[in-house]
């Protein structure tokens, strides 16, 4: 290209040349206004680095200044706070060793005192040797003064020195003995009073407690029938009906010329239960054949077995008595067809359950044994005859069997004195089931065999010699006793009243609770002024 331009002439390479001129000033003056421009901006930097570098000098004195201040401020504080611990501590220190001056004090003056105490047991030390030596010496001397009187006396009442002693401690003996037997029998009388007054009053407080109806239940052997025609279709076409209701129930009927009524005797009061109400429920159906009179028999016992459990269950509801075998309550439920004197047996001993229960509370006693020995007393009575044995004995085996406590089968046993007690319950047992058996209403007796008993009592009391008159008083509860004064003196009223009391349980029929025995002997001097 510049070949080019060459040749295109003078002209044109001078304008060439002016133009690369031109271009090399303007792009030099370019390059010089951007340094003049570097520099001044460079200026204005460094005047600013240099304002800012003075600002941050005088913060940074300010700082410093400040943190002088503070510093020297928080040495003063810490001057001020070590001055005054180092007074506190000081104060300590001062208080402390007034302290140890004062026990300083304290120790020596407790010093001064041992060593003066110590000093006086010294001194009774020495006075207690010569007192021991002065009592030896008075004993020694004693002594002999006491060989030389026991010689003089042995040689003026001439007994040897162990006959003298035989016969001191002979004496001392009866005295000792007489005393001692004064004391015994003030303290049995004092005993005696107490548990007599305590008795009484835990008795009367059982019988307030427990009120139960007066009223007691009978088993009832008769059935009524509508007419003679009933009757005889009740006997049946030669006895056949009869014959047939006899075999399936175990009872006899009888039917003789009494209108309006068939009478069933039975031992067993659970079977004539079932006869009874089997013949009346065939009575009212009408149709009386030996079938029928099978199917009503079967219907009914299973109805009274069901009777039985329900009064078994009832009756440890109402006694509070829980934990009994199947078998015990089924039987507990049968003594409701069982009476003793008028007196239904289950009625009977749900009451003594009771009043056990409450002696026993009363004494400190477990209630709920004493109401379970209480209702299970007389269940023996529940059980069949063919056993042998009396009620108490059957019924102490009917519950040693069923795993009964001991008390409750002792109690079963012996509650009527057969055996001794063997435990508490035992004689509240006793005594639950007199009060049970001897509160009014609780027993029917017919009048003529109250008034033989009553004379059977006069007469035992009347057999002993040197016996005037005895009187049964109280129902037959009591005997009182009138003795001659010049055939039986005092000491022979307690064997008197002892021997007739046992000729009673011996030879009495059965009589309800106890008999008290109680034997008069008295003297009557008289005389008449004229």
Request: a negative charge; aromatic letters at 4%; glycine letters at 6%.
């Amino acid at each position: 290209m510049l070949q080019l331009f060459l040749a295109e002439g003078p002209a044109f390479t001078g304008l060439l040349i002016t133009g690369l001129i031109s271009a090399a000033l303007g792009a030099a003056g370019a390059v010089a206004f951007l340094v003049l421009r570097e520099k001044t901006v460079l200026a204005t930097q460094r005047a600013r680095v240099h304002e800012e570098v003075a600002e941050a000098q005088k913060k940074r004195e300010a700082i410093l200044s400040g943190a002088e201040i503070e510093a020297q401020k928080k040495l003063l504080e810490t001057m001020n706070r070590f001055e005054q611990e180092t007074a506190e501590t000081r104060r300590e220190l001062k208080e402390l060793d007034r302290k140890l001056a004062k026990r300083e004090d304290n120790v020596d003056r407790k010093m001064d005192v041992l060593n003066t105490k110590e000093k006086k047991i010294e001194d009774q030390d020495r006075e207690i040797v010569k007192r021991r030596e002065e009592a030896d010496a008075d004993r020694a001397h004693a002594s002999g003064l006491l060989t030389k009187q026991k010689e003089e006396l042995l040689r003026i009442t001439k007994l040897s020195a162990d006959e003298a002693r035989a016969l001191c401690l002979r004496r001392i003996e009866e005295d000792v003995e007489r005393e001692a037997g004064q004391k015994v029998e003030a303290i049995l009388t004092h005993a005696q009073e107490n548990a007599r007054g305590r008795a009484r009053q835990i008795i009367i407080e059982a019988i307030q407690r427990y009120a139960a109806e007066h009223t007691s239940e009978a088993t009832v052997g008769t059935v009524d029938v509508p007419s003679d025609d009933m009757k005889g279709r009740v006997i049946g076409r030669e006895g056949r009906n009869i014959r047939a209701f006899e075999k399936v129930t175990g009872v006899t009927l009888i039917v003789d010329d009494t209108p309006g009524i068939v009478a069933i005797s039975c031992f067993d009061p659970v079977r004539k239960e079932i006869a009874r109400l089997s013949l009346e429920r065939l009575i009212k159906d009408g149709r009386i054949h030996p079938t029928r009179i099978e199917e009503i028999v079967e219907e009914t016992s299973k109805e009274i077995d069901e009777r039985i459990m329900e009064a078994g269950k009832a009756a440890t509801l109402e006694a509070n008595v829980n934990g009994l075998h199947k078998k015990v309550v089924e039987t507990l439920g049968r003594l409701q067809y069982r009476t003793s004197y008028g007196q239904n047996v289950l009625r009977h001993s749900i009451e003594v359950a009771a009043l056990c229960g409450i002696m026993s509370e009363e004494l400190g006693l477990d209630a709920a044994l004493g109401r379970r020995a209480g209702l299970l007393h007389d269940i023996g009575k529940a059980l069949p005859h063919d056993l042998g044995g009396s009620h108490t004995k059957i019924g102490a085996e009917f519950c040693k069997r069923h795993q009964e406590p001991l008390a409750v089968v002792n109690a079963a046993e012996g509650h009527h004195g057969d055996v001794a007690a063997a435990t508490p319950y035992t004689p509240l047992v006793t005594a639950a089931d007199a009060i049970s058996a001897s509160r009014p209403g609780s027993r029917r007796e017919s009048l003529e065999r109250y008034i033989r008993r009553l004379q059977e009592l006069e007469e035992i009391a009347t057999g002993f010699e040197g016996v005037r008159q005895a009187y049964a008083v109280e129902a037959g509860r009591e005997v009182r006793v009138i003795v001659d004064a010049v055939h039986v003196d005092d000491r022979s009223t307690l064997k008197l009243a002892r021997d007739i009391a046992k000729r009673i349980e011996e030879t009495a029929e059965s009589y309800p609770g106890e008999i008290k025995v109680t034997v008069l002997r008295e003297i009557r001097a008289v005389e008449y002024a004229r």
